[in-house]
């Protein structure tokens, strides 16, 4: 059996998914009443509309009720909620169980990727793996041909649950690289706020795609920085998931990027979206990396200064094109 934390779309197409693949499981969410509804509809009309959940899929309203007995727990809360969901967890945790976290961001104030908040959270008893790659939820919980990677410290750990999410249309791969897989999943949704921006501002296709290959970069050099393998990034969790949440307006980064750079106030933009846009919170934290650590990440600052600081996004391209002129590996290019 599998317990699902957080039933936003993302955590409702996952329940959905090993449902159909006949693994019962339980589906909870902090919002009693959503979880009711979930009861009631035995659908999420709130952020997946139209996909019935498996009979063997029991939404519950106890955070208790839904890891007892459980083999696997799979998170899919806002990055935000992960550490008090982490310490509301330990206690209820049978030894055994295996983790997994299928949420993508960046602990704001510490920088600390998901599986390094478990490790503070939980000690060293409860192995993480993580989920993550270019998925949308309603193409997942369609069956529609979707690829994830899962990755964890522990091979065992990466292997069997791939195995278990390795079904119908949806293939998955395995990799030892936690971090990478981790950063690359946290850092595209900066990336795809920046392609809602130029997007929004009107400018074409050859500004997206080298603000995506630019902005690759700077994944990977911040990716390195913090202890992940660079050839993790040309992956699933790399370039298929920056690939994805930049060019499809199912992103709801990307739609962030496009209503701001058409005029609406960020907090408009987060009310009409009526969803989490982790790459919000994504920008402010990789912002406290880059100075910690000394990095140079244009693209990713710049997202920074227009969804934190107010600035109007048609001077943040001036400001990118207006920097001194770099060859493709980083060295500066010498004055004529």
Known sequence: MFAIIGAGAWGTALAVHLGKANWPGKLWDIDRA???NLLSDRENKRYLPGVSLPSCVQPVEELETAVRGAECVLLVTPSAALRETFRRLKPLLSRGV???CASKGLEVESGLLTHQVAAEELGADFPLAAVSGPTFATEVAAGQPAAITVASGSAELARWLARKLNSGALRAYVSGDLTGVEVGG???????IGAGLSDGLGYGANARAALL??????????GVALGGRASSFMGLAGLGDLAL????????????GLKVARGTPVEKALEELGQVA???YAADAVHRLSRRLDLDL????????VLHRGRDPGKVLKALLSRPLKSEDEVPVAAA
């Open 34 to 36: 959503h979880v009711r």
């Open 98 to 100: 295996r983790l997994c």
């Open 186 to 192: 946290a850092t595209k949704n900066v990336i795809a």
């Open 213 to 222: 290959c630019r902005g690759l970069a700077e994944i990977v050099r911040l």
């Open 245 to 256: 949440t930049c060019s499809d307006d199912q992103s709801r980064n990307r739609r962030l």
């Open 278 to 280: 982790e790459g919000l």
């Open 298 to 305: 244009p693209i990713s600052e710049q997202v920074y200064q």
